[in-house]
C-alpha cells in the first residue's frame, strides 16, 4: 500500500517568506508526527497529533511555527517569515495507534527546506 | 524518557555480521527497546523492536540482556544498502508515542 507522502521534496525560499510543507499520512493512521532534522542535529520531534486535535505541541521551536491536520488525515506545517536556521528537512511519520508502546512509525521521505 | 548509548561510528565489511550495541542502564520495566535506521538522503524505518525476549525478523536479530539495561542489533550478513545510521529508541506507554532520537551511530560497510 501507499506509504506516507511529503510535498514538496524540496524548497528553496528567501528569508522572511512563509513556507507550507504537506503530509499525508497512510491511510486509517490516527496519529501523525512532525520532527526536523538540520544539518548536523539530530532528529527532534516537533508536533504530535491524534486526529484533528495536537495534545503535544512542545517540540515547536517558536511561535513561527504552526500545523494543523484536517479530517483525520493530511497534516500542513507552516513556517512563517522563515529564517536561515529554520533550513532543514522536515520529516512526518504515522502509526496507527500510538498509545502501545510497542506501536511503530512509517516516515516520509521529508521535504528539504533551504532559506537563502 | 530513558536515555540511550550508541557508538558514534561503525565499520563492518560485506557479507560479515554487525553488532551494533546500545547501553539503557535506565530503562523501566514497560519500555520497548526499537532500533530504526536512516539511510542516505530517506526518512528514518522501522527495523525491530522488543521488550525482554530476543527477537528476529526478516531484516535483523536483537538481543537485549538479561538485566535489559542493553542490547545488540544484529544484522546477520551486511550488505552496502545497510549503510545507514542506526537509531535505538526506548518507548514506554503512557507518552504520545513520539520517538527520541540521539545521535545514532553511523555504520559503514566496505566491500
Known amino acids: 500500500g501507499a506509504g506516507v507522502s511529503q510535498s514538496p521534496s524540496n524548497k528553496v525560499t528567501e528569508k522572511g517568506k512563509d513556507v507550507e510543507l504537506r503530509c499525508d499520512p497512510i491511510?486509517?493512521?490516527?496519529?501523525l508526527y512532525w520532527y526536523r532534522q538540520s544539518l548536523g542535529q539530530g532528529l527532534e520531534f516537533l508536533i504530535y497529533?491524534?486526529?484533528?486535535?495536537?495534545?503535544?505541541k512542545s517540540g515547536l521551536p517558536s511561535d513561527r511555527f504552526s500545523a494543523e491536520r484536517t479530517g483525520g488525515s493530511v497534516s500542513t506545517l507552516t513556517i512563517q517569515r522563515t529564517q536561515q536556521e529554520d533550513s532543514a528537512v522536515y520529516l512526518c511519520?504515522?502509526?496507527?495507534?500510538?498509545?502501545?508502546?510497542?506501536?511503530?512509525?512509517?516516515f516520509g521521505p521529508g521535504t528539504r527546506l533551504l532559506v537563502l | 524518557d530513558a536515555k540511550t548509548t550508541q557508538p558514534n561510528s561503525m565499520e563492518s565489511n560485506e557479507e560479515e555480521p554487525v553488532h551494533l550495541p546500545c547501553n539503557h542502564s535506565t530503562i523501566s520495566g514497560t519500555d520497548y527497546i526499537h532500533w530504526y535506521r536512516q539511510l542516505p538522503s530517506q526518512g528514518p524505518e522501522y527495523v525491530i523492536h522488543g521488550l525482554t525476549s530476543n527477537v528476529n525478523n526478516r531484516m535483523a536479530s536483537l538481543a537485549i540482556a538479561e538485566d535489559r539495561k542493553s542490547s545488540t542489533l544484529i544484522l546477520h550478513r551486511a550488505t552496502l544498502r545497510d549503510a545507514a545510521v542506526y537509531y535505538c529508541i526506548l518507548k514506554r506507554s503512557g507518552n504520545t508515542g513520539k520517538l527520541i532520537f540521539g545521535q545514532g551511530t553511523t555504520l559503514q560497510v566496505k566491500p
Open positions: 511519520a504515522s502509526s496507527y495507534n500510538p498509545g502501545p508502546p510497542q506501536e511503530t512509525q512509517y
Open positions: 497529533f491524534q486526529g484533528n486535535s495536537a495534545p503535544d
Open positions: 491511510s486509517g493512521h490516527t496519529a
